[in-house]
Antibody, heavy 121, light 108 residues
Framework: EVQLVQSGAEVKEPGESLKISCKGS????????IAWVRQMPGKGLEWMGI????????RYSPSFKDQVTISADKSISIAYLQWSSLRASDTAMYYC??????????????WGRGTLVTVSS | EIVLTQSPGTLSLSPGERATLSCRAS???????LAWYQQKPGQAPRLLIY???SRATGIPDRFSGSGSGTDFTLTISRLGSEDFAVYYC?????????FGGGTKVEIK
């Protein structure tokens, strides 16, 4: 079965660091991009960035550039999203998604179940 | 970046009725690169439509997409009980890809 399995929910304090993960299975991990999408509580979807695990080519939305780091370890088929210093405004559900590439951009056809990140003191 | 505005914010309909959802772009979306997603409470979004009018695998034919340029529509011909959800449009014709704010289809 083709799927993306995300790491579990996290509760952190402001200023802490965090790295969440997304493991792809059932397909060739290095042949597809992996994207991250944020959904703040009760709000819509926001594309954060994307990585091509084969060569680690990474693109960021301007809104998230310098806010997070996306990486991947192709040897174990895992993509990561990390923060060096969390803020309360990072509280959200984070989805990893395997997109379909079209003319250099993407729409999103395979979604993980999401990782809920709560940042609170 | 392209801003997508979805309307109405909430659509209150009865099962069996027709739903018409709008997605308007701040500038033309090239090559009809527009997708629609459905999200139910507590679940990840699900791809319904890509390329403005192509249904994704397994999507019933009561869902249809249309439009071009700056105006796109998702139509659900007859609402089933499982169709009450939030619907998002997304453009992938220009970087960065962007989503609309969503339309909630609720039971009247």
């Amino acid at each position: 079965e083709v799927q993306l399995v995300q790491s579990g929910a996290e509760v952190k304090e402001p200023g802490e660091s965090l790295k969440i993960s997304c493991k792809g299975s059932g397909y060739s991990f290095t042949n597809y991009w992996i994207a991250w999408v944020r959904q703040m509580p009760g709000k819509g979807l926001e594309w954060m960035g994307i990585i091509y695990p084969s060569d680690s080519d990474t693109r960021y939305s301007p809104s998230f550039k310098d806010q997070v780091t996306i990486s991947a370890d192709k040897s174990i088929s895992i993509a990561y999203l990390q923060w060096s210093s969390l803020r309360a405004s990072d509280t959200a559900m984070y989805y990893c998604v395997r997109p379909i590439a079209v003319s250099g951009l993407w729409y999103f056809d395979l979604w993980g179940r999401g990782t809920l990140v709560t940042v609170s003191s | 970046e392209i801003v997508l505005t979805q309307s109405p914010g909430t659509l209150s309909l009865s099962p069996g009725e027709r739903a018409t959802l709008s997605c308007r772009a701040s500038q033309s979306v090239s090559s009809r690169y527009l997708a629609w997603y459905q999200q139910k409470p507590g679940q990840a979004p699900r791809l319904l439509i890509y390329g403005a009018s192509s249904r994704a695998t397994g999507i019933p034919d009561r869902f249809s997409g249309s439009g071009s340029g700056t105006d796109f529509t998702l139509t659900i011909s007859r609402l089933g009980s499982e169709d009450f959800a939030v619907y998002y449009c997304q453009q992938y014709g220009d970087s960065p890809v962007t989503f609309g704010g969503g339309t909630k289809v609720e039971i009247k």
